[in-house]
């Protein structure tokens, strides 16, 4: 895990060590093990550099890193399969003279040029020169994981890990009127409609699941040849014919080996442990392979809330004494994020929507006073398994549009039992027949919300750029659940959790965001995700003999 930061411009005095020192200066808790920085022969082209040292430790895997005479890069995150790959590529002739999974992204690409994005799993954001073409390449990981924003301004391009680095070369902090007016009025902290818009007007941040090649151009109107490309999606319309068994079975070996790989370290690893059942689900598979992992620490780190209603102290217990964790807890109160908000506000740069982030990142503080840089963390489960509370309105609308009455009415019921109270009333009905129809009418509601909204003058509200708050037609829970995945919802969550862990120079890796396990999630039916009145049924389902009955049926 690391900070970058370049800059490319046609004119050499816009490239300096200068700038690009004030830049990873800006960004060092990212990258406290050291810095780099390369210029390349023409002055036009360079790359700035903070390590957080977690594979190959030795000065081999340095970055900027540079390969074949050819390319160079610098990497923020990690390649989790890039010992497979390092021996496929070795049979295609490449060598290789570190034991970094940096090296492995600049062989892969001169195999595969942007091919190679479809073969990593990892959580990414990179830039590639190449001194041959005269070409940058940058990328960033299916989900966002890793951030990486931008911005090109006359005859300079800069981008970098984190906003701080382009505002100190610079770079405008003029607000976004439209965001920062659905922020206030609708808790919005993303344009689920322009995933490269920010709060700021002048940065812009790459979609994740993209790449972006630059070249100089030849005229005076644009100084570079810009192109942003797609590489993957999330296919919400699969869905595959398979018995319980069957997907349950797939269903743990795919995320078995997604923990295997991100147990990969040379460095201490230990988890985020919050007493639900996603955590304890990534606690409980590392165990069941607990003999091979040499960097495995067996420390846990929660936030605890003694004596509030959802304080799960109790559960966090029963998960750490099953698999004998060293438990080491913290107790965020009001003052200490009073103490703390400032600093949180200067790591995250955007808005944020409630006080929630401020335990991830006492946790994350936690682990650095015990000096574990890794840590796995169950994120995203929710998303993609429909864990929230509200996803039961939308698979119902989904059995009541299939025509599917008797199943509708028994989900419903047998909902009752672990206590969801989800409403349900002549709108969920139209909704279910007339999805475009109630996407709309949605809409309309969060335009009035904002109308109303008597805290904005009006000569604010009507100046400057709106952002229309969308709103997704949903026919069926998939499409939510793609929703929350890809366009609003997680991506912001993983910003949280980004800046976060940098604060405090750790690394957070997520088993549940392998592409692959996403993938299949999405593809079962429905019936798999909620099931007899139970969210994230099939996870459950994976878990009943691994962890305590009180943490996978816990009402």
């Keep these: ?50 390590r957080l040292a977690v594979i190959d430790l030795s000065e081999a895997g340095k970055q900027p890193m540079h390969y074949l005479d050819r390319y160079t890069i610098i990497f923020n995150g990690e390649i989790y399969n890039y010992s497979e790959l390092k021996e496929e590529l070795k049979k295609k002739g490449y060598a ?12 892969a690409y001169a195999q595969y040029g942007n091919q190679c994005l479809q073969f990593f799993d990892g959580m990414f954001a990179f830039a590639i ?37 382009l505002w100190e070369v610079g770079v405008d902090k003029s607000v976004h009127r439209g ?4 922020y206030l009025t609708l808790g919005l902290t993303g344009d689920a409609k322009n995933s490269f818009q920010t709060f ?39 869905c595959i014919t398979i018995k319980p068994g069957q997907a349950t079975e797939t269903f743990i070996n795919l995320l078995q080996t997604s923990v295997k790989r991100r147990l990969r370290s040379d460095v201490n690893i230990g988890t985020s442990l919050s007493g639900g059942l996603d955590s304890s689900t990534i606690t409980a598979v590392i165990h069941s392979f607990l003999s091979t992992q040499n960097h495995y620490t067996q420390a846990a780190f929660s936030a605890i809330f003694p004596g509030f209603a959802k304080d799960e102290s109790a559960q966090i217990k029963l998960v750490a004494d099953k698999f004998n964790l060293h438990s080491y807890t913290v107790t965020p109160t009001a003052q200490s994020l009073l103490n703390d908000f400032e600093k949180i506000s200067w790591h995250q740069e955007e808005p ?49 549009a299939r025509g599917n ?17 989800a409403n349900w009333n002549f709108k969920n009905y139209a909704a279910a027949y007339l999805p475009i129809m109630a996407a709309r009418q949605l809409q309309k509601n969060a335009l009035r919300q904002q109308n109303l909204n008597h805290d904005i003058n009006n000569e604010y ?26 366009q609003l919802g997680l991506p912001e969550l993983l910003r949280y959790a980004d800046r976060n862990s940098m604060a405090h120079s750790r690394e957070v890796r997520l088993p549940f965001l392998n592409h692959e396990l996403v993938q299949f999630v999405f593809s079962l039916p429905s019936e798999y995700k909620i099931r007899q009145g139970y969210t994230k049924w099939i996870l459950r389902l994976a878990m009943n003999n691994l962890l305590p009955h009180d943490i996978v049926w816990r009402k």
């Design 179 to 182: 965001q920062l007016l659905n």
């Design 461 to 486: 509200f009507n100046k400057g750029d709106k952002i229309k708050p969308f709103k997704a037609s949903i026919e069926k829970l998939n499409d939510q659940l793609y929703f929350d995945t890809m």
């Design 405 to 421: 009455s008797k199943l509708f009415a028994e989900e419903r019921k047998k909902a009752q039992a672990p206590g969801v109270s």
């Design 1 to 50: 895990m690391c900070g970058i930061a370049g800059i490319i411009s046609d004119n050499p005095n816009q490239v300096s060590r200068q700038q690009l020192q004030r830049m990873t200066d800006s960004i060092a808790h990212r990258g406290p093990d050291g810095e780099g920085f390369w210029i390349n022969a023409k002055g036009k082209v360079g790359f700035g550099h903070r």
């Design 200 to 238: 700021f007007n002048e940065v812009s941040s790459l979609p994740a699941a993209h790449f972006l090649e630059l070249q100089f151009g030849n005229n005076e109107d644009s100084k570079f040849k810009i192109k942003v490309q797609s590489y993957w999606d999330l296919d919400k319309e699969s």
């Design 352 to 400: 944020f929507q409630s006080s929630s982030i401020y335990a991830q990142y006492k946790v994350y503080e936690l682990a650095k006073d015990k000096g574990v840089t890794v840590l796995l963390d169950g994120q995203g489960a929710d998303e993609t398994l429909a864990g929230y509370h509200k996803y039961y309105s939308w698979y119902w609308q989904e059995l009541w």
């Design 129 to 165: 020169w190449d001194d041959h073409t005269q070409k940058l390449f940058c990328a960033r990981d299916r989900f966002g994981e890793k951030p990486l924003y931008f911005t090109q301004h006359n005859d300079r391009f800069v981008f970098a890990s984190e906003m701080k680095a």
């Design 96 to 107: 290789f003279f570190s034991q970094s999974d940096t090296e492995v992204i600049l062989a």
